[in-house]
C-alpha cells in the first residue's frame, strides 16, 4: 500500500499519513511522497484541482509521532542536516500551500507530528488525542516550523511552557489554549474535519486563497500594510466569473455554482 493515500471526495482530497506500525512516523520516503503531492497542487491554476486538503494518519493511536527516530538513528551524521531541511521545507509547503489544508488529528502527535498540523489553516482534533512539541525531551528543539507557529497561535508565554518542558497535553487543553479549532468525539475527527473541509469548498474557491493569502501575509505587518495586502488580495476576486455568478445566485435565490474561475 502507498506510504501516502490520496483520496478524492467531490471537491475535497483527503491525504492520510500511511505508516500506522510506525506511528505515521516521517521517514525519507513519506516526506518525498509529500512533496510529490504538493508539486502536483502547485502546478493547478489558481481555483482548479480540490479545494481544500485533509491531512489524517492512519488508525486510532497516531496522526503522527514525528521524525522516525529508528531512520534517524541509523543515519550518518553528514545526512542529517538535509534530513531536517526536508521535513521543515515541506511543513512549510503546506502552510504556503494555495489550498487551505484541515488537519484531522487521531491520537498521538508528537514533534513533528504536531509541526505539521501547526502547519495546517485549521486543526480538528479527537478528545482522545494528546499533542506535544517533545523535542527538549530529546536534547534537540523543534526545528519544522514549531518556534515560530505555536507561538503565533497561543502566545509567546504558553509556547515556551509547552515547548521548553516537552510536556504533553491532552485535547481539551489544546482547545482551551487556541491549538485546535475543533474538538471531535474519539473516532470523529476526520468525519468533523471534511465537514469543515466541505464547508470551505462550498465557497468560492479564488476568494478562499485570496482569503487565506491575505490573513497569512498580514500577519505580523503593520495595520495600514495590512489593510494595503487585504485590499491586493481582494482585487484578485474582483474580475472572476464567480463573483458574477455569486450575484446571480443571490438574485435568483439559489446555491451558487462556483468554477474557480
Request: aromatic share 4%.
Amino acid at each position: 500500500m502507498s506510504i501516502l493515500t490520496v483520496e478524492a471526495r467531490g471537491h475535497v482530497e483527503v491525504w492520510t499519513l500511511n505508516r500506522p506500525d510506525a506511528l505515521n512516523a516521517f521517514n525519507k520516503g513519506l516526506l518525498l511522497a509529500l512533496n510529490d503531492q504538493l508539486d502536483r497542487l502547485a502546478a493547478l491554476p489558481a481555483g482548479q484541482g480540490p479545494r481544500a486538503i485533509v491531512l489524517t494518519g492512519a488508525g486510532d493511536r497516531a496522526f503522527s509521532a514525528g521524525a522516525d527516530l529508528k531512520e534517524r538513528k541509523g543515519m550518518p551524521a553528514e545526512e542529517v542536516p538535509a534530513f531536517v531541511s526536508l521535513i521543515g521545507g515541506t511543513f512549510d509547503r503546506v502552510a504556503r500551500a494555495a489550498q487551505p489544508f484541515v488537519a484531522a488529528v487521531n491520537g498521538y502527535a508528537f514533534g513533528g507530528g504536531m509541526e505539521i498540523a501547526l502547519a495546517c489553516d485549521i486543526r480538528v482534533v479527537s478528545r482522545s488525542a494528546t499533542m506535544g512539541l517533545t523535542e527538549t525531551r530529546l536534547a534537540i528543539i523543534p526545528g519544522a516550523g514549531g518556534t515560530q507557529r505555536l507561538p503565533r497561535l497561543v502566545g509567546a508565554g504558553k509556547a515556551k511552557d509547552l515547548i521548553l518542558t516537552g510536556r504533553r497535553i491532552d485535547a481539551a487543553e489544546a482547545h482551551r489554549i487556541g491549538l485546535a479549532e475543533h474538538l471531535a468525539e474519539p473516532g470523529q475527527a476526520l468525519d468533523v474535519a471534511l465537514v469543515v473541509a466541505d464547508e470551505i469548498a462550498s465557497c468560492g474557491p479564488l476568494a478562499v486563497q485570496a482569503a487565506k493569502a491575505a490573513i497569512d501575509g498580514g500577519v505580523g505587518l503593520p495595520p495600514a500594510e495590512g489593510l494595503e495586502h487585504e485590499r491586493a488580495c481582494y482585487d484578485r476576486t474582483l474580475d472572476s466569473t464567480d463573483r458574477v455568478e455569486a450575484l446571480v445566485a443571490f438574485a435568483e435565490k439559489r446555491k451558487p455554482v462556483f468554477e474557480g474561475r
